[in-house]
């Protein structure tokens, strides 16, 4: 300040105490080397915004690290359900592709070894080896179809309709009758509609009535009903032993009672699929009187009524 009056320096503006008060002080120089003016103002107001300021960010600074701490814990917790499902997903595929090694397996071998036998004879009566092609080459193309329809339960991009579920199951009781005229279907269908696939719907429905006429004895009896969204299908057959019951849906699966026919052993496995693809469920239990009793549930299923 000396120097600026002294004319030395030239103006000089800074903060200071004075008396225990902040300032914030102008030292000016006089004309002609006059002396200084010196103007000064009291910093209290800025001090007590800028402290008010420094707690606000404090604050701030907190709740945004906490903030920051509870959402990475949700994602966090998301991502490691995801990454469980991930894991799941490739394990059920690993599962698939485990058992249809094994179950290809002996169709293939079959037909290798009887393509071998007409070669290594090609002059004989083979007839009945030929007889043998063509059925493990029908059961060869049911396998890879079925493989085919559990790939396809896995995505989600069919388009959902609105599917009139009482004429679906009488379309599949027609195509029943034709395939096994042997059997003697009765139906009681309540008219009602539901948001599905079609496609997916109705091979459900086939599979089901395939397995009671499979299961049936000649002449015998499949009764199918549909009440309040539930399909039941029950068959007069030897039925399923208690061991076996829970896990007939389970792919591949095949009973005591199931290994003598043909199949394989996917039909049930994929009517699980589509009943949990449309938010419900299957079920099966011993039928009074014997045989077997399998409900589809479709929880979305309404009634219509008649006009």
Known sequence: DRAVAAGRAGERLDD????????????TPLPRGQGAVMLARSLAGVDEALGRLRLV??????GATALAALLGARVAGRFAVLLE??????????????????ELRTPVTALR?????LREHPDGDH????????????ELAALVTDLIELA????????????????????ALERARRHAPGIAFAADLEPSAVDGVPERLGRAVNNLLDNAASFSPAGGAVEV???????????????????DLPHIFDRFYRGENARER?????GLAIVRQVAERHGGGVRAAAAPGGGLSVTLTLPGARPIEAA
């Open 16 to 27: 200071r105490d004075a008396a225990g008060v902040h300032l914030r002080a102008l030292t």
């Open 57 to 62: 960010l404090a604050l701030l600074c907190l």
């Open 85 to 102: 499902r991930v894991e799941a997903a490739q394990a059920a595929q690993r599962a698939l592709v485990a058992d249809a090694s094994h």
């Open 113 to 117: 070894t009887n393509a071998e036998l």
């Open 127 to 138: 007839r009945a080896v030929l007889d043998d092609v063509v059925e493990q080459t029908e």
């Open 152 to 171: 396809r339960g896995d995505q989600r991009d069919d388009e959902l309709q609105d599917v009139r579920l009482d004429a679906l199951v009488g379309e």
């Open 225 to 243: 009903t549909l009440r309040g969204g539930e399909l039941t299908v029950r068959d007069h057959g030897p039925g399923v032993p208690a061991p």
């Open 262 to 266: 043909a199949g394989s052993g996917l």
